[in-house]
């Protein structure tokens, strides 16, 4: 590049208002794309990188931030990269961490990767045979966990969400899951942490190497304390690290955890940029930033990407237009409650408000679905009995109702689990369930088989207890 072009794509800084940074480039010259990430240094000497986000008149590129612009001077120089943020790929990237724009920030020295990737793709390039998808039979992905394989069968290619209010055990429920696959499945995962805490991010590292599948796991982190635009992009991130292993064959496991704090970064960078809000308060633009992310998760003739992703529910309102936005994309939605989570039911899974569209008879076999559709009925039924109990005691109930109310508190008590990943919480040890196992205690539940058994029997196990039970006559 002679020194005419250089200047041509150099610019200089004559605003800063938090993470939004405006740069006049050259009259004349030519300004850089829309997601074009530029460079500049702060007065310690620091690399910031921006990214481009809206053009102004005269020849001014409105950006937002990667990074701190503490220390950022009027008038500094900025330099464009002349191509979108580019994040390092490759096995290499195995057992790190990296932030939005791929440097690592596990103090375990430089990436030496090969190869680069942008973070931004547009869907268009993503070239798909539909015939060989449409030809491609639904395939279970086992985890091990009761509820889930149960009920919400994950199926590969599929999107699951998590919901929940604070503390609810969102971030255990994925720990499990990369543990049990990993484990289990010699699987590949990517894990993206979106807005959370520090500390969430410290001991799932530390956790995955206590287990030892640190070495399986891909990881991008835009933590809380860093700016929105570092929040937003870091799904970006993370997705693109996904892709690459789908590219080389791979079946990938992409969790997500929070895709509200995505949401949420992309709402503060509308407001800084003086957006007028959509009467929700949220952005005019949350339908297509939500949609921008979602849609690179799909499967290829080359592999798939079945995610996993966290969703917080500000005031545990199912409603708030953030969460409604993100509905659509989902195939699987698990619902987590406070109220099962209050009486010690972990995972906290409310069957009742959770759904799956993967639980049907053409993916999962016809004895599996019976049995699931069995013990929904149940739960059901067991709803309208709980408020009466709570009134008039268990006495009061004809005898019909008082053996299905003592099954479906086994069968709740059943579906509960140790963690792997939570035994310092429980002192319990941790179990991997197999469905065909989870399915046979179900199943003898339902049918009456382990009615001489406390319910206490079943609470936190893993396989059905092993002791002799009776057959009763009566068999739903």
């Known amino acids: 590049m002679n020194m005419e072009e250089q200047q041509k794509n150099t610019g200089r800084i004559i605003s800063v208002e938090g993470p939004v940074v405006d740069v006049q480039f050259e009259p004349g010259g030519d300004i850089p794309n829309l997601y074009e990430a530029l460079e500049t240094k702060n007065f310690e000497g620091e690399k910031i990188t921006l990214e481009v986000v809206e053009h102004l008149e005269n020849n001014i590129a409105r950006c937002i931030a990667l990074g701190s612009t503490l220390n950022l001077q009027y008038n500094a120089m900025v330099s464009s990269c002349q191509d979108m943020v580019r994040i390092p790929v490759g096995y290499e990237m195995f ?34 045979n539909p015939d060989h998808l449409a030809g491609r039979e639904p395939e279970i992905l086992e985890t091990g966990i009761k509820i889930m394989d149960f009920l919400f069968p994950l199926v590969k290619g599929s999107k699951t ?15 499990e899951m990369i543990h049990n696959v990993v484990q289990q499945h010699k699987g590949v995962c990517v894990f993206t942490g979106a807005g959370e805490r520090i500390r969430e991010g410290n001991e799932l590292y530390f956790e995955l190497k206590k287990q030892n599948i640190i070495d399986k796991v891909m990881m991008a982190f ?56 959509s009467e929700t308060g949220y952005q005019p633009t949350l339908a297509s930033e939500v949609s921008d992310f979602q849609e ?127 035994e310092i919480y429980t002192g319990k040890k941790g179990q991997y369930v197999p469905l065909c196992e989870t399915l046979d205690g179900c199943e003898r539940i339902i049918k009456g088989r382990a009615d001489e058994m406390h319910e206490d029997e079943f609470y936190l196990i893993g396989r059905f207890p092993e002791k002799q039970t009776t057959e009763t006559k009566d068999e739903r």
């Open 222 to 277: 835009g933590q809380m304390d860093e700016s929105p635009g570092a929040r937003f992009e870091i799904a970006m991130t993370g997705v693109t690290l996904a892709e690459y292993l789908q590219d080389q064959n791979k079946d990938v496991l992409f969790f997500m955890d929070n895709v509200y704090r995505f949401v949420q970064a992309g709402a503060e960078i509308s407001t800084l940029l003086g957006r007028v809000p």
């Open 296 to 422: 690179r998760i799909r499967s290829k003739e080359s592999g798939s990407i079945t995610a996993l992703e966290a969703l917080y529910v500000p005031a545990d309102d199912l409603t708030d237009p953030a969460v409604v936005a993100i509905f659509s994309y989902l195939d699987a939605i698990l619902v987590l409650s406070r109220e099962r989570f209050q009486m010690g039911l972990y995972p906290s899974v409310d069957p009742l408000m959770s759904s799956s569209s993967n639980l049907d008879r053409a993916v999962v076999g016809r004895e599996h679905f019976d049995v699931a559709q069995e013990s929904l009925k149940i739960f059901t039924k067991y709803e309208e009995l709980r408020r009466i109990v709570a009134i008039v005691g268990v006495e009061e109930l004809s005898k019909a109702d008082r053996v299905l109310y003592e099954r479906a508190r086994k069968l709740q008590n059943f579906l509960t689990q140790p963690f792997f990943t939570a």
């Open 161 to 175: 969400g998590l919901l929940g209010g604070a503390a609810l055990g969102k971030s255990i429920l994925i720990l």
């Open 95 to 128: 057992g790190r961490i990296v932030n939005v724009i791929g440097e690592p920030i596990d103090r375990q020295g430089d990436i030496k990767a090969s190869q680069t990737a942008p973070i931004r793709r547009s869907i268009t390039n993503v070239r798909l």
